[in-house]
């Protein structure tokens, strides 16, 4: 029965989203040759198009349910999202700053220089943690935003979409086109990494199956207009990923392509889909740490290190294997503890 119901579409997504974030932190800043260039220019935008899944995925489930009971939607956010980041932060603090650390600090030196990392997003060797902080404010206003977006009639969702995917648009292209529209739009609420929030929402509620060609079309000119700005347009390659239309083009064709046919029921696979899913969220905050400091080091004393392609499947295979493991085993001992003491505090002060 739960496999019936489960909608594993999404877990489908969460597990390659997981692992094409990892592939994306293993491929090698620097090529050697056209050759490489050429394939990491190509496997960039597809790969990067799914951070915007993931905030599809986050907007499409919080934005339709669980924002009625505004307090209640704070608390469970606290401890199911704010509790692991704060704790996978720690990981980090911890490893750079004591264990490899060279500094001589008292716990309260170390815990003020860890709290003050924690909120102003400087924990060490942990940048891709800037997802959490724009996971956390986006999560911060959902309440109000599917307030909002309930309101509107479906006609008016499709104008705003398009409004924002306009102005976006202009925030993209015309700075690279010597038009600094910063002084007009900067002031634009409805533009960033939101859009894709509101997106995932809107693709669930406006979104019918079976006309899913002219997505796919739309994904692909994406894709061919973000290889020609790299290949014959390189100075105009600033800003083509994450927040450009053609980028969002790419997301919006993938996350549709897994609405309209990821509904495969293979019980292997919807097991392991499962599983991933469950502790995609720690995977992708631990993953860094693996690569960095454990996967990479570990390839490096091998022959495999001299091949391109090999190394980087290699170096995300494993780091994705490892991170795994790790965010299983953390999140259920040191994690659901902290749950579980926060569950607690809100209890008793609520009965006290």
Request: proline fraction near 4%; include cysteine; charge should be positive.
């Amino acid at each position: 029965m739960e496999l019936k119901k489960r909608e594993i579409q999404y877990d489908y997504l969460r597990a390659l989203a997981v692992f094409a974030i990892i592939m994306v932190h293993a491929i090698p800043a620097e090529t050697l040759n056209s050759r490489q260039w050429l394939l990491s220019a190509a496997l960039m935008p597809v790969l990067l198009a799914f951070v915007g899944i993931y905030f599809m995925l986050s907007g499409m489930f919080i934005l339709k349910s669980g924002t009625e009971d505004i307090p209640k939607f704070y608390r469970n956010r606290f401890q199911t999202i704010f509790v692991p980041f704060a704790c996978y932060s720690g990981i980090y603090y911890w490893y750079y700053k004591l264990y490899l650390g060279e500094e001589s600090l008292s716990w309260q030196e170390h815990l003020a220089a860890y709290m003050k990392g924690l909120l102003t997003g400087t924990i060490p060797m942990a940048s891709h943690m800037w997802f959490m902080y724009v996971i956390l404010a986006l999560y911060l206003c959902a309440p109000f935003l599917a307030r909002m977006l309930k309101a509107m009639s479906d006609r008016e969702l499709k104008i705003f979409l398009g409004l924002m995917l306009v102005v976006q648009g202009l925030c993209t292209y015309l700075p690279a086109l010597g038009l600094e529209v910063g002084e007009s739009l900067q002031y634009m609420v409805f533009k960033g990494w939101v859009i894709y929030f509101i997106l995932g929402y809107a693709c669930r509620r406006l979104y019918h199956s079976g006309h899913y060609l002219p997505f796919a079309i739309l994904g692909i000119a994406g894709f061919g207009i973000t290889m020609f700005q790299k290949c014959f347009m390189p100075d105009f390659t600033p800003g083509i990923h994450d927040l450009a239309p053609a980028m969002i083009a790419m997301a919006l064709a993938i996350f549709l392509f897994f609405e309209s046919f990821g509904n495969v029921r293979i019980p292997v696979l919807v097991k392991a889909a499962g599983f991933v899913s469950r502790y995609s969220y720690s995977i992708y905050l631990i993953h860094y740490l693996v690569l960095g400091q454990f996967v990479r080091g570990l390839v490096e004393r091998t022959s495999i290190r001299h091949y391109y392609v090999p190394r980087i499947l290699c170096e995300t295979a494993l780091t994705f294997l490892v991170s795994l493991i790790a965010a299983w085993i953390l999140d259920e001992t040191i994690v659901k503890l902290l749950k579980k003491a926060v569950g607690a505090g809100y209890y008793n002060r609520k009965n006290g």
